[in-house]
Structure formats: C-alpha cells, structure tokens
C-alpha cells in the first residue's frame, strides 16, 4: 500500500471520531511539516514587520479566512485616514492571509493558529476578525473582551442586532476538569446541557449558537459586520458575514475600538 493510499484509509477511519483524534493523526503524519512552515511565517513576519517602516504599530488586526484581493492596503490605508493616523509615524497592520478550518487540521490551519498564539502571548494583536466558525473556535478559548468593557451602554444598545454572545458557562465548563475528563473517556453528563453542547462541538467542530434567552450569563464578544462598506468594497468576505473582536490582552484598546467602528460603517 502506498502512502496516499494509507493516509486515505485512515482519513476514513477518523470520520465521526471528533478532534482529538483528527489532532492526533494530523500530528503523526505532518508534524515536521508544520514545524518547518511555522518556522518560516515567524521568519517572514519579523522580517516584514523589521524592514516594513520600522515604526510603532497604531494597530495590529487579523482577518482569518479572507478572500478578497488587496484586502490589506485596503483596510490599513482606510482605517489609518479613518482614525487620522499619521503613517509617518506609526503603521496600521492587517493581516488578511490566515486561514483556519477547524473540521480540516492541516498545515495551514495549524501554522495559523500557533501564529495567531505567538501574537497572543507577545500582546501584539489588537482586533481578529472571523467567519462565524473561526470566531466561534477562538470564543471559546477566551480570545476576546467583553464588549461593555469597551462600548458604552448606549452603544451597545444601538448595536443590539449584531452583537454576537458567548455563555461564559459554557465557556468555564470547557475549560473545567470535567470535560478534560470527557476527552479522556469519551464519557460525560447527559443531563448538563453545556456537557452535551460540549460533546457536540467535539464532533462537529461547530461552536454551538444559542439564543440569548438560553444562555445563563452571556457575555458580547463580537460584533456581526453585515452591510460594512469597507468589508463589500474590499470583497474580504462575499460569502459570510464576519464578525469582529477586540483582543482581550489589547494594548491599543482605543484604535482597536475605532477599528471595528471603521468596519461598521455602512
């Protein structure tokens, strides 16, 4: 048997088996692959970021799974007149070139999470746009600031429709020993709603949607950028409406509010 023929077989054992197994093979089969290339955007990334103007950063954003074309001077040469910033002095970075598919752990999709990390931990990422599923995963690792921490009553009241929630109990049932213990055992509760949602979005790799009214404590985390100008005229997302965050270990909280009140203008 060849290796294509191998690697086939095994992808067709893994249906159904849920993400850590997906995890494990993928780890198996292109670990050194996935070094290599982390290694190589890490080298690119610093060395755009040293020759690239070499000047402080009035925001550094992220768009994951992006497809127009020359989205990125788009959106840094529109925010930066939007929000006055003189690019003499500083420089406005948006990274249009990530692409995460949690269902498909590739090369890609890993060498843009461990990037999207690397940012997290230097401080060095101010707002991450997403499609729903994205945003979904990086919700539920407590990516993001709650919303009231940033908006005020008022202006959240006014953005009402396309504030995206998470339940912070499902959340801290995710990061709980209980569910450590189901990815262990493949056991859990059936009688706890978050136990059951939880087993879901193992399967399915889909972070779950609930009404507000379902949720015990939620919390707003995302804003829904239907009718953007800026997303429409950069064609970034044609087939989904993304959604916004601010990074909750910002250290630009400011511009990375205009930013997102740059991409709600209609």
Known sequence: MSVNEEIREQRKKL?????????????????????VALAVIIFLVTLIRDIANNKPAALDAIFINCNGQDTQTFLQDGFAEYAGIDTQKEVVVVDTVANFISSTIDTTSVAAS???????????????????????HYAAQETFMDLRNVFSAKELSDMEEQIYYIDQSFIDY??????????????????????????EYNETFVFPVQDISDMERPVPVGIYLDGSKAI??????????PIAGVVINTQKQENAKKFIEYLRQK
Do not use: C
């Open 15 to 35: 249906k159904g088996q849920g993400f850590k197994a997906h995890w494990d093979y993928f780890w198996e089969y292109y670990k050194i692959h996935t070094i």
């Open 114 to 136: 461990e990037k999207i990390m690397a940012m997290l931990s230097a401080r060095a990422l101010d707002v991450l746009v997403a499609d729903d599923t994205a945003f979904g």
């Open 232 to 241: 429409k005229e950069s064609g970034s997302y044609t087939e989904t409406v």
């Open 174 to 199: 995710m990061m709980s020993s209980a569910y450590t213990d189901y990815l262990t055992s493949g056991k859990y509760d059936p009688d706890n709603k978050y136990a059951r949602m939880a087993a």
